[in-house]
C-alpha cells in the first residue's frame, strides 16, 4: 500500500485554473502508474488522466487539451494541471496509485474542486 496526500483543490471560477498534487509515501515510486480520478455526487468515479513511469499520459476525451497530468520520479509527486474548467468538472477528485507488478491499488483521500461563478 502507498500512501497518497492530495492538495490544490478549491473553488475557481469557469475559465479557470488549479493545480493538483500528490505526494506518495513509497520506496518504490517507479512501479507505480499514477492517475487522477474524479466522482461527482451520484455519479460513478472516472479516470481523468494517467501517466506511467516513462511519462506517457492518457487522457478522459472530456479534458483532452485542457489538463495536463505530469509526474516528478525524484519527489515521487504527480501533478495535474487544470485550465479551462468548466463547471461540469465540480468533483472530487482522487489521486490513484498502480502498481504495475501486484496490479494493486492506493488511493488518496480526496481533494474538492468547485467551478462556480
Known amino acids: 500500500q502507498v500512501q497518497l496526500v492530495e492538495s490544490g483543490g478549491g473553488l475557481v471560477q469557469p475559465g479557470g485554473s488549479l493545480r493538483l498534487s500528490c505526494k506518495a509515501s513509497?520506496?518504490?515510486?517507479?512501479?507505480?502508474?499514477m492517475g487522477w480520478y474524479r466522482q461527482a455526487p451520484g455519479m460513478q468515479r472516472e479516470l481523468v488522466a494517467a501517466i506511467t513511469v516513462s511519462g506517457n499520459a492518457d487522457y478522459a476525451e472530456s479534458v483532452k487539451g485542457r489538463f495536463t497530468i505530469s509526474r516528478d520520479n525524484a519527489k515521487k509527486e504527480v501533478y495535474l494541471q487544470m485550465n479551462s474548467l468548466k463547471p461540469e468538472d465540480t468533483a472530487v477528485y482522487y489521486c490513484?496509485?498502480?502498481?504495475?507488478?501486484?496490479?494493486?491499488?492506493?488511493w488518496g483521500q480526496g481533494t474538492q474542486v468547485t467551478v462556480s461563478s
Open positions: 513509497t520506496t518504490t515510486f517507479g512501479l507505480y502508474t
Open positions: 490513484n496509485a498502480h502498481n504495475r507488478l501486484t496490479d494493486g491499488d492506493s
